[in-house]
Every structure is written in structure tokens, then in C-alpha cells.
């Protein structure tokens, strides 16, 4: 079976809009182009009900209790830039200290930085080698003086996924505020803010299917009712949170890709998870020596981030990246050749950190592309391995 190049796996950094959330979106940029604030006339009204259905529908995917829980944004950065800077500076008087995790997201590392400027003491938690945060070393991190934990629910370059049930109940016992990143996970594997505890949660629509530059911010009003301080003034929309016309098409757009994650979640994950179990002992049978990075068990169906050891790893990225699209699993930005603070907190060696691969797979990802990345992969690194000095000196001895 022919498969089309280059193929897309990397749908941790981004996915596709899928056609039926287009086709939900078009209307709204051609005849329903009102603006939702101006409900006292038809074309308001018509934008409006559909943001409200849209606030129903990204409701409905996280559990939350009352669909104004959910507050729209531009995307989980700065949800979650609202979310921590929002309890900072509504609960400063209560407490100065956050707890978060060495391996988050820029958007909750950077805004937990800024904080640091700001007068705020934060406690940055390791994980282990699984990539999983240690619950006793959190129990021990919180004091009186603690008002936010901020641990994501899985993460975006290796996709191991915290038990985010435990470190609720705890926040919830010890009266802290918990936010949770959901970026990788809302719409992928079920997440539900009322069984989980979570009083603030950050979710992205273009990881999920549907349009970039939107997303929305859970805000849990009762037990407890939790109060932010908006980043953004001007019109109080979004009950005052959050200022700014509402971006309806797009908005629309993201209500849709949730319903169709609701819908296709089971069997998408199951589908998913059995291509990436393919692919991940397909290499390791053909290559050997392959290294999976944080826990296989708690991990996103969907992702696959690994070391092949003794090859160069700029090279090996070249040559896949050429046909087949990943991500370089190791680098903080392409630019830089640093290894990632994610394969750092990991314990992992600078070495394998450089030959880490991520392959994200996604809703259209098939059988015969998988088949034809074992394929491509197998012969790169072979062939790479076959150059190496190092590994020929091995198989030497
Ligand atoms: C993508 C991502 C974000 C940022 O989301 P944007 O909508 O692109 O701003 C935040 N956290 C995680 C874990 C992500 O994967």
C-alpha cells in the first residue's frame, strides 16, 4: 500500500482541523458574523447562542457542573497564565507559595518564573524516571503558606500522564487551590474536574481538532468557588475574566471538535494506542538497544518518545524529519542544542537525550504509515549505527 509523503506524527505539537469542525466554523465567517455581545439584535443573538452551545460543549468533555465554568481564551498558554497569575493576585494575602513541577509546560514554567519577580516563593518538583511527580515529595512540598498547585496531566514531549486523582484529593485536603494543564489530554483520554478534584484547568482547541489561537480555561464556581483576578481588561466579557470580543468561528469550531472527541475517544484511543504499540516493538525488535523515555504504563495512547543509542542525533532527525514529520524529542527549541529540561528532570543521559524522537500519532494516522515509518526508521539508524565508531568498536569486541 502507497502511503502519501511527508506524513504528519507529530499531533503533540499540533493536529489537523478536522472537516467536520470546518464545516461547523464556515457559516460563522459568512452570514453569522454578528458579534455575541450584541445580543439586543438577531445577528448578536444568533453568534451568542452559539457560543453558549460551544460553552456546553467543552462543558460537557471535562465534566464541569455549570457550563459558565468554562472561560474562553486564546489557548492554554494564557489559560494558564490566567489561571496561576489569577490566584496570585487574587489570594496573595492569603499565601505566597505555589507548588508546581519541574516538567511542565513553558506557559506554567514562565508565568511561574515572572511570579518568582513578583514576590512569590515556588517550589518546582522533580519526577522520577517515569517521568511521574512523587506524591510524598508534594505532601511535603505544600505548607499553610501554599495557595496553588499547578501539575499538568500529561505531559507534551514525553506524554506521561500524573495521577491527577491523588494530587486533587490532596490540594482539596489541604485547601489548595489545583490547576491542571489539560492541553494533552482533553479529548484524548477521559478527564472529568469534579471526579478529579481540579478547581482550574487549561484546555487548547488546536490539540484536539480543532482551530488554533483557541481555548478555555475551567473555572470551578462551587466547593470551592475559586475567584481570579482577570490579566485582561476591557469589556467584561467572559463574566469579567477575560475582556476582548469573542472569536465566534473559531469558538464554534472548538465546541465542535469537543463533541466529536467525546463521541470518537473510546475506540480513536484503542485504534491509536495499538498502531504506537506497533510501531514502538517493531523497533525495538528490528533495532535493539531503543530506549523509551518516562513510563509506558502511564502514558498518552498516542505518543512514542525514544532514544536509539550510538547514532548522531541531528543527523538522524534530518534524515526522518525529511519524510516523515516528529519532533526532535530532546531539544528545547530546534534552535537550541541544549537537551530538553524534560529529559533533564527524566535523569536521562545527554547522550540518549539527543537521539529522542517523538512521534505523536493522530486521528488519520494508518497502518500502512506506520508500517512505512518502522520501515524508514529502521533503515536510518542502521545505517547510522553502521558509521558510528562507537558502536562498530562494540560489536568489535
Ligand atoms: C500545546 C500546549 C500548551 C499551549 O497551548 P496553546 O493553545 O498552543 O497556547 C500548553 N500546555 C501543554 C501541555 C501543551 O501541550
Redesign the pocket.
Known amino acids: 500500500m502507497s502511503v502519501k509523503l511527508p506524513i504528519y506524527m507529530d499531533h ?1 505539537a499540533t493536529t489537523p482541523v478536522d472537516p467536520r469542525v470546518l464545516e461547523a466554523m464556515l457559516p460563522y465567517y459568512r452570514e453569522k458574523f454578528g458579534n455575541a455581545a450584541s445580543r439586543n439584535h438577531a445577528f448578536g443573538r444568533e453568534a451568542s447562542d452559539a457560543i453558549e452551545a460551544a460553552r456546553r460543549q467543552v462543558a460537557h468533555l471535562v465534566n464541569a457542573e455549570d457550563p459558565e465554568e468554562i472561560v474562553f481564551t486564546s ?4 489559560s ?1 497564565n490566567l489561571a496561576i497569575k489569577g490566584v496570585a493576585g487574587m489570594f496573595r494575602e492569603r499565601g505566597t507559595h505555589i507548588v508546581t513541577s519541574q516538567i511542565e ?1 513553558k ?1 506554567v514554567l514562565d508565568t511561574a518564573k515572572y511570579l518568582e519577580t513578583r514576590g512569590f516563593r515556588l517550589a518546582y518538583l522533580p519526577v522520577d524516571r517515569e517521568g511521574i511527580v512523587d506524591i510524598e515529595a508534594l505532601r511535603e512540598a505544600i505548607s499553610r503558606n501554599t495557595i496553588l498547585i499547578s501539575i ?1 496531566h500529561a ?2 514531549e514525553i506524554g506521561t500522564i500524573q495521577p491527577i486523582d491523588e494530587i486533587g484529593k490532596m490540594a482539596r485536603e489541604r485547601s489548595v487551590f489545583f490547576h491542571c ?1 489539560l ?2 489530554t482533553a479529548g484524548k483520554i477521559p478527564v472529568d474536574v469534579r471526579a478529579m478534584a481540579i478547581d482550574l484547568a ?1 484546555i ?1 482547541a ?2 484536539l481538532y480543532g482551530p488554533k489561537g483557541v ?1 478555555a480555561l475551567y473555572v470551578r464556581k462551587r466547593n470551592p468557588r475559586v475567584r481570579l483576578s482577570p490579566q485582561i481588561h476591557g469589556g467584561g466579557h467572559e463574566g469579567g475574566l477575560r475582556s476582548g470580543t469573542l472569536n465566534v468561528p473559531a469558538i464554534v469550531g472548538f465546541g465542535r471538535a469537543c463533541e466529536i472527541a467525546e463521541e470518537e475517544m473510546q475506540e480513536e484511543s484503542k485504534r491509536i494506542l495499538r498502531l504506537r504499540e506497533k510501531l514502538r516493538n517493531e523497533l525495538i525488535r528490528r533495532l535493539g538497544d531503543v530506549h523509551v523515555n518516562g513510563s509506558l504504563k502511564h502514558r498518552l495512547p498516542g505518543n512514542l518518545n525514544i532514544s536509539f543509542s550510538n547514532v548522531e542525533g541531528e543527523t538522524l532527525l534530518t534524515e526522518i524529519s525529511e519524510e516523515i514529520a516528529v519532533s526532535s524529542g530532546s531539544a528545547c527549541s530546534s534552535a537550541t542544542l541544549e537537551p530538553s529540561y524534560v529529559m533533564k528532570a527524566l535523569g536521562v543521559s545527554e547522550a540518549l537525550s539527543h537521539t529522542a524522537i517523538r512521534f505523536g500519532l493522530g486521528r488519520w494516522n494508518t497502518e500502512a504509515e506506520i508500517d512505512y515509518t518502522i520501515e524508514r526508521v529502521a533503515a536510518v539508524v542502521g545505517k547510522l549505527r553502521l558509521a558510528s565508531p562507537i558502536y562498530a568498536s562494540e560489536r568489535s569486541q
Do not use: I, V, W
Not at 489557548?75 to 494564557?78: I, Q
Open positions: 503533540q489557548g492554554a498558554t494564557e494558564n509546560h506557559s499538568m505531559n507534551n494543564d492541553a494533552q487549561g487548547s488546536h490539540k481555548g
